[in-house]
């Protein structure tokens, strides 16, 4: 299994590149992972609306432009469905025996999601009604992804 998470914005904040490391480390026997890391857009303070659309287009243009041609895409979206641990690694189970061999997950900008972004995805997928930090998401999304393959195995997972 192949893994690709594409994401706007490196990470600075220490804890988070540690925990993201480790459950790398954890996935390592489960699945290939590779993260992609574009420079994320800047937007003036008070944009137009036409201006906060054209700087979501400009970056989901080049988010997308990192998803893997044969890659199912899983956009995290605020408004997407939410699954729990167990739907989510049963949905991984069901694009793996339907010969899905590699999944991208794609984490927008701290603005948004261009809408063309939202189209293009196989799945959008919410881990909460809350609006939490986009580098944040990376985290929790590591840890769900080790989860699912856990729950998958039938094998024990505590922190």
Do not use: N, W
């Not at 992972?33 to 003036?44: D, L, P, S, W």
């Not at 605020?78 to 991984?92: D, P, Q, R, T, Y």
């Not at 929790?140 to 856990?150: D, G, H, S, T, V």
């Amino acid at each position: 299994m192949k893994i690709t998470v594409v994401c706007a914005g490196k990470l600075k904040e220490k804890y988070l590149r540690e925990g993201i490391a480790e459950y790398e480390k954890r996935l390592r026997p489960y699945a290939d992972v590779r993260t992609i890391e574009i420079a994320e857009e800047r937007m003036k303070e008070k944009p137009s609306a036409a201006e906060k659309a054209d700087i979501l287009r400009r970056e989901g243009e080049r988010l997308l432009a990192q998803v893997p041609q044969d890659a199912y895409l899983i956009v995290l979206d605020v408004g997407g469905a939410e699954l729990s641990s167990e739907e989510f690694s049963a949905k991984i189970d069901t694009l793996t025996v339907g010969g899905r061999s590699h999944i991208a997950f794609l984490i927008g900008g701290p603005f948004g999601l261009a809408d063309e972004v939202r189209r293009r995805a196989d799945l959008r997928l919410s881990f909460s009604h809350f609006t939490l930090p986009h580098q944040l998401i990376r985290l929790f999304l590591m840890e769900q992804i080790y989860r699912a393959f856990k729950i998958s195995r039938g094998e024990p997972y505590h922190l």
